[in-house]
């Protein structure tokens, strides 16, 4: 075993907070472990998590492009679709392209999400690990 003692509650949890960051890594591996955390009541746990695990690990070999990150962040967009203005929805929806050409690092259209989120608040997208994976003092997504 991987880990013991985690509950299915806590699985949930924390699948739920790293869906996205999971996403930018791998669709594959966001689909099947969709898969794997809807069948919670049905499979032991502790197989289960030694099961995510080593997915995840899988997942998070993989290189997130610039793609993946457009990918990404307009999933998180269409949340707000219907809470932010037009003229913001043409604003993020050119920091991403932006971002996709190369032009902006990624912080700037993920800052820009995280305005939104801020200003229209939503405890599910607050949560979200992708969307501060990293301490902002080190600046790692400056330069992605």
Same mark, same amino acid.
């Given at each position: 075993? %991987? $880990? &013991?003692?985690?509950?299915?509650?806590?699985?949930?949890?924390? /699948?739920?907070? /790293?869906?996205? %960051?999971?996403?930018?890594?791998?669709?594959?591996?966001?689909?099947?472990?969709?898969?794997?955390?809807?069948?919670?009541?049905? #499979?032991? =746990?502790?197989? +289960?998590?030694?099961? $995510?695990? *080593?997915? +995840?690990?899988? !997942?998070?070999?993989? &290189?997130?492009?610039?793609? &993946?990150? *457009?990918?990404?962040?307009?999933?998180?967009?269409?949340?707000?679709?219907? &809470? =932010?203005?037009?003229?913001?929805?043409? !604003?993020?929806? !050119?920091?991403?392209?932006? $971002?996709?050409?190369?032009? #902006?690092? +990624?912080?700037?259209?993920?800052?820009?999400?995280? /305005?939104h989120i801020e200003y229209h608040p939503d405890e599910y997208l607050?949560?979200?690990? $992708? %969307?501060?994976?990293?301490?902002?003092?080190?600046? %790692?997504?400056?330069?992605?």
């Amino acid at each position: 075993m %991987l $880990y &013991r003692g985690i509950t299915p509650a806590q699985l949930l949890e924390f /699948h739920t907070i /790293h869906k996205y %960051l999971v996403m930018a890594h791998s669709q594959a591996s966001y689909r099947r472990f969709g898969r794997l955390v809807g069948n919670l009541s049905e #499979i032991d =746990i502790d197989n +289960l998590a030694d099961l $995510y695990i *080593c997915e +995840l690990m899988s !997942a998070l070999k993989r &290189r997130v492009n610039r793609g &993946r990150h *457009c990918n990404v962040i307009q999933h998180i967009m269409g949340y707000l679709k219907k &809470r =932010i203005s037009h003229d913001d929805k043409i !604003a993020l929806s !050119a920091s991403i392209e932006s $971002y996709r050409q190369g032009k #902006i690092p +990624l912080v700037v259209p993920i800052n820009l999400l995280k /305005h939104h989120i801020e200003y229209h608040p939503d405890e599910y997208l607050k949560k979200q690990v $992708y %969307l501060q994976p990293y301490p902002d003092s080190i600046g %790692l997504r400056d330069t992605i």
